[in-house]
């Protein structure tokens, strides 16, 4: 798969200014594509767009198909007639700067039956037919999901693999009564991913109109109370009772002494491989209607992953154990061709791992922010980056640049300003200035780094099991200002597609 020199931004949608107190796909989206095409940036890095449970990570999703109900614009709902205005008159005064979860999710899900109600009341012949076709078309997945979430709605949230047995083992007759006396239930969560993927398709295909390519992100791990799991528990590690008896995590390093415990289902791959893969052709076929390009999450762990046994407190004690590697990433190349992919190959990373990301040419991962701790040979550093990766000032998984800066030991700090040969008074403009003029195919930076903010507006805390995932953009934000510094630091390195048009013509 080959790329153009492109510049991006990554900014997840629950991060835009919005009136229900999280961002969504309503207005404020597509003011964010107008801003990234007239600053002549072609990339949009979004977080996994799933249902997230508790602790609102996106990276710990009831079902790696669906979308999350959260993220539907209610002002859209009201351009169509599924809500009125006086449905919005006792709108909570919400914060926005900030994603209050527990109040938006009560305001979300109350206005979200109410448009499930006003559609079984006022739907049409075509509205009625658009969903009885997504629903058909999306079968294979979406009736798991929308009665795995009934039961957990049955069960006031209860994890799956605590329901009595008859529901873990998905007992037909027991399943099949569950479904009988609970369809309006059932239906409802299937509309709201209807609305979820009529509003989300919608929005991508603004963006490819505008140029704009939307890079999306498959976490290798699934959530254990899952869909997934509980409609396939085959494909994992669990005992007879429905209990991982392994699980994910990553072993003791320079920055953790007792590892990361992740606590994922770890995948029984030898199951996966006797289905042809048939699970994550799907995946990735579902990913690929989603979004353009995929970052693949720990990439790594497709090589060679870190099993803990579940019993565990820390991820300490575990051992290496090989992974599908080439066998997979085949099955998926003939099945869908070329892949899109972005690995991230972050962290300890093994010669194993680093010839399978060579086999299928796809672009590594370089951060910036980690440059600063040895010496000019730093493979973080942007004189050494190749031009067959994609190159950040920081994740969401780091510090903002500022933060970072302000944080970091002295000796970094200097060897920072020494490199950029910058006095650090502007050093988030100046890391995107380094990032984008290295040769790397691609250059990103998180929001919060072109507005240049600190500590205080970081995504998210990994090992931090609460509090995260909250930022948000401050309306008024995307001020001329702005885009015009954006628009130069495009022109000025080469990342415009249409100055390397006039160049290619020439």
């Known amino acids: 798969m080959s790329y153009k ?45 799933g249902p997230t449970g508790y602790g609102d990570s996106p990276y710990q999703c009831f079902s790696a198909f669906a979308g999350n109900p959260y993220l539907i614009s209610t002002t859209l709902l009201l351009d169509q007639g599924l809500l009125e205005r006086t449905d919005l008159i006792d709108r909570p005064d919400f914060p926005s700067h900030q994603v209050d979860y527990g109040r938006v999710i009560e305001w979300k899900i109350q206005l979200l039956k109410r448009a499930y109600r006003n559609f079984k009341k006022k739907r049409n012949a075509t509205d009625k037919k658009s969903f009885l076709e997504f629903i058909d078309s999306e079968k294979w997945w979406l009736q798991d999901f929308a009665t795995f979430m009934a039961l957990k709605e049955a069960q006031n949230g209860a994890a799956w693999s605590t329901w009595q047995m ?18 309006s239930t059932i239906e409802m969560y299937s509309y709201w991913q209807f609305l979820f993927f ?3 398709t919608n929005l991508k295909k603004y963006c ?40 994910a995590g990553v072993p003791p390093d320079y920055f953790s002494p007792t590892g990361q415990l992740w606590g994922n289902p770890l995948y029984r791959w030898s199951k996966h491989e006797e289905s042809s893969y048939s699970w994550w052709i799907d995946r990735f076929r579902a990913t690929l209607r989603m979004y353009d390009i995929i970052r693949l999450d720990h990439f790594r762990g497709f090589s060679g992953y870190w099993e803990v046994p579940a019993d565990k407190p820390t991820a300490e004690i575990g051992k290496w154990k090989k ?20 690995a991230e190959d972050l962290g300890v990373i093994t010669r194993d791992v680093v010839r399978l990301r060579e086999r299928y040419h796809f672009p590594s991962m370089k951060v910036f922010q980690f440059a600063f701790s040895t010496d000019a040979g730093d493979p973080f550093l942007p004189h050494n ?50 990032v984008w003029s290295s040769v790397s195919v691609f250059a990103i930076a998180p929001m919060q780094d072109l507005l240049g903010l600190g500590n205080e507006a970081r995504m998210n805390f990994p090992g931090k099991a609460s509090g995260n995932w909250g930022w948000r953009m401050l309306p008024g934000s995307l001020n001329e200002e702005l885009l015009g510094r954006l628009k130069e630091a495009n022109y000025l390195y080469l990342r415009d597609h249409a100055q390397r048009a006039d160049l290619a013509e020439t």
């Open 208 to 247: 490819n109109e505008n140029g704009i390519k939307i890079i999306g992100d498959i976490p290798i791990f699934i959530a254990a109370d899952s869909s997934d799991a509980w409609a396939h528990p085959e494909l994992f590690h669990f005992d007879d009772q429905f209990q991982p008896t392994v699980v």
């Open 166 to 183: 008859p529901f873990r083992r998905r007992d037909k007759d027991t399943i099949d009564a569950f479904i009988e006396k609970n369809r």
């Open 385 to 434: 980056y190749p031009s067959n990766c994609v190159a950040y000032t920081g994740t969401h998984d780091n510090d903002t640049v500022l933060g970072w800066y302000l944080s970091a030991p002295e000796a970094e700090r200097d060897f920072c300003r020494r490199y950029m040969a910058r006095s650090g008074q502007d050093i988030s403009w100046d890391m995107i200035r380094q």
């Open 5 to 49: 020199r492109s510049s991006g931004i990554l900014l997840h949608p629950t991060s835009l200014p919005g009136p229900d107190g999280i961002g969504d796909f309503g207005p404020e989206a597509y003011a964010w594509v107008d801003f990234l095409a007239k600053s002549n940036t072609h990339l949009w890095q979004v977080l996994p767009l």
């Open 198 to 200: 009529e509003q989300w």
């Open 323 to 342: 992974g599908p590697g080439r066998k997979l990433f085949d099955t998926l190349v003939k099945a869908l061709g070329d892949l899109p992919i972005l």
